[in-house]
């Protein structure tokens, strides 16, 4: 096997185990409500972090402001005036494509 | 609009909130357009690298882009397969804290829980989130038969079509991604103690972002959830 084909394994294989632990150890019985409230509070941190790396975050690691911050800037805008979501999406697109343009 | 996958078949609603797989797949639909995008733009990068055949069987049995993007960019570099794993994996492990959270709202014995498991991406689990630690399933095994479809058909337009159409990225698309997450955000945020776990979960990444390894950040952000702990 090829450097490419193994790692295509490998990752794989990892990938899938990753994504049944979850399942497996969490699921099908009742969880303390202790557990169950940091389980509701996964959501709101992890969000916010997919927010900020994937708006801030350089190739491979280090921090970039470029036309994707525009776009996100557009997004919140948006959001705090409540407009409808395909406006929100639309608006992020139009200001990155067009930030990417000029900068 | 706002909540993606609103309930549109009434007889399927038994108690409360009850969705159906195709409601999953047109909940995902707005974003089936920059999942094409950002597939071609994996076919276009990775086929001078690892050849047009292995691009697209990554994208079918695999179905990660950042692991993707990630693993390619290593093995571009002359990384062995080691390292390349190494990098995948570690954009992976974001999916240990979402498993966690997704768990208790699937059904079944283990083994069945552990095959609904991967259907959990960025975007999938994002539309199954249904607030307060509730996932509903059915949203996301339709967000990913919808999604799944897009960045399989995707990578192969870019392994073949990449010296003519050049990348997406260009177009703005990538930024819907952070654009949906923090409108799901938005949503998500309904108290206080929601809002200061989205505060130190996002202070957590940028903190990381600018030294630690890709994939880091975020899986790290997750521990702000800790929180709950001992604010009640």
């Keep these: 096997m090829s450097v490419t084909w193994i790692t295509i394994a490998g990752l794989t294989a990892g990938t899938v185990a990753i994504k049944a632990f979850g399942p497996v150890t969490a699921g099908g019985r009742d969880l303390p409500p202790r557990a169950l409230a940091v389980i509701a509070l996964v959501a709101p941190a992890l969000l916010a972090a997919l927010v900020v790396v994937l708006t801030l975050g350089a190739d491979r ?43 | 609009m706002s909540e993606p996958g609103q309930p549109t078949a009434p007889e399927d609603a038994a108690e409360g909130e009850e969705f159906s797989y195709r409601d999953g797949m047109r909940g995902a639909l707005p974003f089936l357009l920059p999942v094409v995008a950002v597939a071609v733009s994996f076919g276009v990068l990775a086929e001078p690298v690892i050849g047009g055949a292995a691009s697209v069987v990554m994208s079918v049995i695999l179905n990660a882009g950042s692991a993707q993007f990630a693993a390619v960019t290593v093995l571009a570099g002359g990384g062995g397969a080691g390292a390349a794993i190494a990098a995948g994996l570690l954009m992976n492990t974001r999916f240990l804290p979402m498993g966690l959270s997704l768990g208790p709202s699937l059904p079944g014995r283990a083994p069945l829980r552990a095959v609904q498991g991967q259907a959990v991406v960025d975007p999938t689990w994002a539309m199954a989130n249904r607030g307060g630690g509730k996932f509903d399933r059915r949203l996301l095994i339709g967000a990913f038969l919808c999604l799944y479809s897009g960045w399989v058909t995707g990578t192969v337009i870019g392994v073949l079509a990449g010296d003519v159409i050049g990348d997406p990225a260009t177009l703005g698309l990538d930024a819907l991604f952070p654009a949906f997450y923090l409108m799901l955000l938005f949503a998500e945020v309904d108290a206080p103690r929601s809002a200061v776990a989205a505060v130190m979960g996002a202070a957590i990444a940028l903190a990381l972002l600018p030294f630690a390894p890709p994939g880091v950040p975020v899986i ?12 009640r």
């Design chain 1, 61 to 103: 690691s280090g921090v970039t402001v470029d036309a994707r911050g525009v776009g996100l800037l557009a997004a919140a805008a948006c959001l705090t005036a409540r407009l409808p979501l395909l406006v929100v999406m639309g608006a992020a697109a139009v200001a990155t494509a067009v930030a990417r343009a000029l900068l």
């Design chain 2, 220 to 231: 790290a952000a997750t521990s702000a959830a800790l929180i709950a702990l001992w604010r």
